[in-house]
């Protein structure tokens, strides 16, 4: 991925449009530029360009979503100060072709900010893939190969953080470097797997400590055989005493029967007496009356029916008279009947013309009440007309005040009135429906001005790629002229110094050939034969020639100057071919351009004829603004035209409802007078049905009456033929009349009563003494078996023996216990053993897995996933650190030194220093190859080809700034990457020429400058 083109217009500080072409000069014959100017110019707005056009974000503002309008709100940022608009657009490379995507947002007439929008244009296909700025992001992502994370650190290196990090401890070192790379994952990761896992094992935990709890109590193995064998023979004495203790209690038992035998014969013998005497008792009593019953026995049903005849006339004669009393009260309430009926209906009424006046009375009242129900109901129609009409204009009925609303609907009728004439005036038009045709004209007519706007702003971007691509050609016209005759020059130069170059190094090997000969001269010796020439005497066997030292320096210079020639050359061609290719891409880029152009023109003339007179896009967007202004106002005109209808429409209705409030008092006013009541058909009725009742309750009473005499009549004369009949009965039997006679007739149930009793005394004496006999029996059989051992020494016996047998019974209990309970716990232990087993081997892998990364804080997993990134990090800084630097190599501390990390020292033998000791240039060139092993380590997969590095440059001598300048441009050069430095140190702007200058004025604006 390579960034071609930075686009924006007032971006914080940067106010109006700006544009960074990294294809055009003078980025194109240098690649390596630098981003200056003081604190706060806006150094840092064109890495926020870059991340807001093509992520929708920035690293300032805190958070992982887009930047929305209330961000840009809150924290004050993007949008320049008293600013309309904000545009950042990034074009750039990848190898799916060639995208610009842009991030925009603006303010609408009352100056709030308007949702902000994205989109990406494929320049390829000369389309817009997507405008929906949800989708422009990912899309972004796709295309590119970055996350925003890994973007912002492939691409935007901060050496500032990995100065820090150089020198940290181990443990705040694995914290720097988790912000650096984003592997917090790995902390997270290690805490889950320990959640996990003890979460696991809490149960198992729990059953362990269970266990050792049941161990702890269980009995020794001796301790349990003792117990048992103890349970055993108390077991037995325990049973002996059971024996002895039954034993003594039969014997007090038969003690106690021999008391309680004497006991009930003495009772028997009393109650036998008792019966005795209450028999001579009832004799006295009820002797006499018995006999006196017996005489009349035989005509007790007469005597009976004498006296209920007797008792039954009586009783008729006493309900007559109630009857009487009954009409008397009768005739009274029909009176006061009548009289409150008289008053209920207001008219005269009797017996004869009560039903005919209610019912008349209740016909009027139900008719006044249907009148006044019809008047509510008709009430609440037109009010709620009147609602409906005023909710839709915003006003409401006062319902005590009706007056009050008739004249605010007329004020309301007035002032639309006038706002209605005054937009009628404006439009021309006044109708509903002339409006909304005139509405819907103007949409239409806003639509395709919009339309147009659109497409205007492509062939406008057009003309402006055209100049650009025109531009760029003919400022690559002289290099294209001169090049080929620098080329022709730098070649005749570097033929001419390999020239000189073969001759010299001729002359060096004629030297070391001849410096091989003087071996041979310093093994000569007078009167030995030379093996060259056969002489005999070597007069310059001690007289060497001296070695000349002076052609290697000039073959090294020569070396040096073709070296740097040949580079030259090198760059002349490259250059060459960069800038022809260039030109001819240009070329081609402008004919397609202008083919595009044409069509665009062409497409645009046939589908917007009547804008044809349109010069540019700002009078397309003026027009845009006006149509929209009309609309608005259109808007509101309709709405005053419908406020109106509904206010002239609410004045009948209101007026209506004011007649009918009047109708409906003079409706209550009527039947509050006639009938104060609530239900006048229940009151009716009531009075209906109590005059019903008194007519039916009258009748009764005659009929009554009448029945009654009759039957006294019937009684009276059935009395006098039986009273004859008992007369001469009874006085055969003694007694003087029927009355007497009656007297001495005891009821039925009296005599059973008494017969039964004498009965129930004589029986009690007859079992009385049948009882005495069978405990006389028993008594003496009790006695042959009873022992001669007195009953207190019995009972202190049986004392000693239970006290015996508890303690006995006691020991038992305690020692089944402990044997029962040492049994229940190791069953349960087993149990809780067979259950641990069977989670230990699910919870298995999870043991495993914490045992090998998880811990409560994370730390295990995370150190070791961070030792692992620090390790590949450090391998990838010390390729880096190879072209910055031939000293130094970065290392891992061993466990003997500084928790810092350590810089191996070549020149000096391969020695460990701790970085803590490298002075502030060195470290600077050790956390730069820092920062590029992390560029390289996040673009792994994905070519990056655009780098921004931020501050640090200003702690340099002036040769390390040379130097890792020079690293950089090799980096530029091998790579074609573009690489920004970052930085307020003025030194820059000697050592890299192409630069982009940022610079403050007094109103608190920036200027951005190029060169």
Known sequence: MKILKISFKNINSLRGEHEIDFTEEPFISSSLFAITGPTGSGKSTILDVISLAIYGKI??????????????????????????????????????????????????????????????????????????KSEVPEKNEQLIGLSYDQFIKAALLAQGEFAQFLKVTKKDRGALLEKITGTGIYRTIGQKIYEKNSLLNKDIEQQLHEIKILKDNLLADEVLEQKKADLKSKTEVQEKCNQEIEKLKRSLELKEEIQKKTKAIGISKDEGNAAEKELKVFDSAHGAPLKQHEKVQDVSDKLRTWNLLGNEIKNLNSEVSNIKENIQSNSERTATLIAEVSEFTHTATNSDNISENLNQFRTRIQDLLEKKKEKGIDYRLEKSKLDSELNAVGLSLNESNPDHSRQEIKQSIEATGNSIRTWKDKFEVSSSDEIEALKNKLQRKYKITREASREYAVIEEKHKELKRNSTEYEKLQPHLKSL??????????????????????????????????????????????????????????????????????????????????????????????????????????????????????????????????????????????????????????????????????????????????????????????????????????????????????FKNLNNNQEKLTQQIDKKEKQLQILEKELEQVLLEKGFESVTTGFSALMPDAEVHRLRIERQQIEKRINDARASIKILKDQLEEFQKKDSNIKEEELREKLKDQNEQAQLVAETCKELDRLIKNHEHDLIKMNKLQEQIAEKEKQTRRWRMLNELIGDRTGNKFNDFAQDLTLSRLIKLANIRLQGLSDRYLIDKPTEEEDDGLVAIDEHMGGQRRSVKTLSGGETFILSLSMALALSDLASINVEINSLFIDEGFGTLDPETLDQTLDTLEKLQAESSKTIGIISHVDSLKERISTQIKLSRNGQGYSSLEIS
């Open 484 to 697: 080929p005759a620098e080329i022709e020059k730098q070649k005749t130069q570097v033929n001419s110094g390999k020239t000189v170059l073969e001759n010299l190094k001729l002359k060096r090997e004629n030297q070391l050939l001849k410096a091989s000969l003087e071996q041979h001269r310093h093994k000569l010796k007078d009167g030995e034969a030379c093996p060259l020439c056969g002489g005999l005497h070597h007069p310059y066997a001690e007289h060497l020639p001296e070695k000349d030292d002076l052609l290697e320096l000039e073959i090294k210079k020569v070396e040096m100057q073709l070296e740097e020639q040949s580079r030259k050359l090198n760059i002349y061609v490259t250059n060459f071919s960069n800038y022809k290719k260039q030109a001819e891409e240009l070329e081609l880029k402008n004919k397609e351009i202008n083919k595009d152009l044409q069509d665009i023109k062409t497409g645009f003339k046939e589908k917007f004829s009547e804008l044809t007179e349109v010069e540019n896009l700002h009078e397309l967007e003026d027009r845009c603004d006006q149509l929209e202004k009309k609309l608005e106002e259109l808007s509101e005109y309709a709405k005053a035209h419908l406020k109106l209808q509904h206010l002239k429409t609410s004045l009948p209705i209101l007026e209506k409802l004011q007649a009918i409030l009047q109708e409906g008092k003079l409706l209550k006013e009527k039947l509050d007078k006639l009938y104060p009541g609530k239900d006048i058909q229940q009151d009716v009725e009531q009075f209906q049905n109590r005059w019903i009742s008194l007519v039916s309750e």
């Open 59 to 132: 690293p300032r503002i805190p958070g992982s979503r887009p930047i929305s309008k209330t961000d840009i709100e809150k924290f004050g940022t993007i949008l320049t100060r008293n600013q309309k608009e904000a545009i950042a657009r990034v074009t750039y490379e990848c190898k799916f072709g060639t995208f610009s995507s842009q991030w925009s947002i603006s303010t609408n007439r009352n100056e709030k900010l308007r949702d902000n929008d994205m989109e990406i244009y494929d320049h390829q296909i000369q389309e817009l893939i997507t405008d929906k």
